[in-house]
């Protein structure tokens, strides 16, 4: 049973126009979320991070939304880059001492020139 | 920085060869695990360990084992490698969550292996 999803397994965006990816979990245990991407024939590179008692983070042109309620959350991209075009993975954790991350199936974003 | 480092980037091995997948952390870690990437499958956890000598089974252990006799260094054992285990393994550490609230983990570069 997927508790990760990323029900889109690609994107196209236009350089500079904004991507949105989107990610949904079903174990209401999960408080804390997290976003990676990944090049190929590379390890997965930590992009950014959420706590469940927030809604929203920024970094730069990067940004997650959480709503908790609808189990969702989403990455928001502005403005997007060629470079950006990678496998984005979802991921979440439950928290505890292992700090265990649950990944979703991943997001190939392409961002056109 | 973090480094973890994975001791091959490509193997080729045989069906039914004992295979080894060696990993290391740099940073004192005390979590580090085991993850496999398919296509449409995403990363799938195989194994994870929270101290030497420690080690809890994942979503997807079957056909795999794990030995962690010291703290920066996790290795992956294939008993007897199958084609299905044809897949990329990523090594990744991270903290306890306890010493920091939150905590990211931090992947090696991976180990593409195809099993023929």
């Known amino acids: 049973d997927q508790q990760v999803k990323q029900n889109s397994p690609s994107l196209s965006v236009q350089e500079g126009r904004i991507s949105i990816l989107n990610c949904d979990y079903t174990?209401?245990?999960?408080?804390?979320f997290l976003w990676y991407k990944k090049y190929p024939a590379e390890g997965p590179t930590f992009l950014i991070s959420i706590s469940s008692i927030k809604d929203k983070n920024e970094d730069g042109r990067f940004t997650v939304f959480l709503n908790k309620s609808a189990k969702h959350l989403s990455l928001h991209i502005v403005p997007s880059q060629p470079g950006d075009s990678a496998v984005y993975f979802c991921?979440?954790?439950?928290?505890?001492?292992?700090?265990?991350?649950?990944f979703g199936t991943g997001t190939l974003l392409a961002v056109q020139p | 920085d973090v480094k973890v480092t994975q001791s091959s980037r490509y193997l080729v091995k045989r069906t039914g060869e004992k295979v080894f997948l060696e990993c290391v952390q740099d940073?004192?870690?005390?979590?580090m695990f085991w993850y496999r990437q398919d296509p449409g499958l995403g990363l799938r956890l195989i194994y994870f360990?929270?101290?030497?000598?420690?080690?809890e089974k994942g979503d997807i252990p079957e056909g795999y084992s794990v030995s962690r006799e010291k703290k920066e260094r996790f290795s992956l054992i294939l008993e007897s490698a199958s084609t299905n285990q044809t897949s990329m393994y990523l090594c990744?550490?991270?903290?306890?969550?306890?010493?920091?609230?939150?905590?990211?983990?931090?992947f090696g570069q991976g180990t593409r292996l195809t099993v023929v």
């Open positions: 990744a550490s991270s903290l306890w969550a306890s010493k920091k609230a939150y905590t990211e983990a931090f």
């Open positions: 991921a979440a954790s439950a928290g505890g001492a292992t700090n265990k991350l649950i």
């Open positions: 174990n209401s245990m999960f408080d804390y």
């Open positions: 940073m004192d870690h005390e979590n």
């Open positions: 360990s929270y101290d030497v000598k420690m080690k």
